[in-house]
């Protein structure tokens, strides 16, 4: 398990343990809590540089003042700036997206009960998205999209704010890939093949 | 109403202020949904709760498929219907029979879908790219497609020995689904 709390001086770019892949803008700090820096442009990515992480792994954030289109994020391409990423509240609902290939595509929206202190977390286990808001799981869908990367932070709009990040590895995790499964292993597959 | 699944067109421009979505889903205030794409084909399976009213307004529209409530009705009479609003979508659908239900129906569907996401997040490219149909054959499909399209497979742990130059699009989307094996693929709550 990684953490940051982000109580250091100011710094911009936030450097240290955390990287901003070639392409994307800057995250920040700013008293003692982790900005979006004000410039830059979609995305704004930020990725734990100093441990290495499964594929299934997690991602989460105390929140400050709560936007819609940033937050944690999981999966990250350190080169294709892709990614995972639970936004915040706006007006009781929270949404899961994906980044690929420089577009954005909603995979839910939840309706919620979060406060400005909730925290917010994103897990991946193999193609299972589970999201969670104060501990609770708010919901849970199946993506192949992106099969493995790194944790941090991604935001697609320069207002983002939060502060006490955890990521990590999710340990014990089932895996989430399909197994291969002939069509003699299944029954009726044999049978529906000869259809087309 | 109980959760209900729809096949959805998809706006958006993938935009971070204009997301790729399901169509009318975004327009509904406070209401939560699911959504599962086809790659970068233009359609969503989506998972929502609606109120009758919502409901009878989506189905309204002629774009909409609603799934029967009952995925576990067998789609008996309706198969050829659901042939064909599967096909006009791209989602080969030729294996559908009689005694087949709709759950087990979508989950073949959803497994389509999802190997669909896997190349274009593994390859960045969509499946029916221009001049690209069900009836596409392997060996007809740009050599770049080729090996992304086996790259992804792969990536999933699929077997692709048994495909050939002479298997179609159809073919080899169906067989991809099918190895998805006995996981549940989960939308929204609902189990496939």
Known sequence: ?196 | MAKRLYIVPKIGTGTGDDAFRPKYFANLDGVAWSAMDYGLEPHFLVASELTTDQHNALVANADVIAVPANLDAQVGTNRDAVVDALETLNVPAGWVTTTMTYRKILKIVAAIMLFAQRLHGHGGIRIFGSGITLATKFNQLPAATRTKLIGAAQSMNFDTSSLSGTSTIRQILKEMADQWGVKDIKLGGIAL
């Open chain 1, 1 to 196: 398990m990684s953490t940051d709390d982000f109580n250091r001086s100011n710094a911009d770019p936030i450097g240290g343990n955390w990287t901003t892949p070639s392409g994307a803008s800057t995250f920040r700090i700013v008293s003692n809590s982790f900005h979006t820096t004000s410039s830059g442009s979609d995305p704004w990515i930020a990725y734990w540089n100093a441990d290495t992480f499964d594929a299934d792994q997690y991602s989460q954030f105390g929140v400050l003042p709560a936007i819609d289109k940033g937050g944690p994020a999981v999966r990250i391409g350190t080169s294709t700036l892709n990614g995972y990423m639970y936004t915040l509240r706006q007006t009781n609902l929270t949404r899961l997206y994906k980044r690929i290939s420089g577009s954005y595509t909603q995979i839910a929206a939840y309706t919620d009960t979060a406060t400005t202190t909730s925290v917010f977390k994103i897990s991946a286990v193999g193609s299972t998205l589970t999201v969670y808001i104060g501990g609770s799981q708010v919901g849970q869908e199946t993506d192949t999209a992106l099969e493995d990367g790194v944790v941090g932070a991604m935001s697609s709009t320069s207002a983002a704010n939060w502060d006490n990040w955890e990521g990590g590895n999710v340990e014990g995790a089932a895996a989430g890939q399909p197994t291969i499964k002939r069509w003699g292993g299944i029954p009726g597959m044999a049978i529906n093949r000869g259809v087309w």
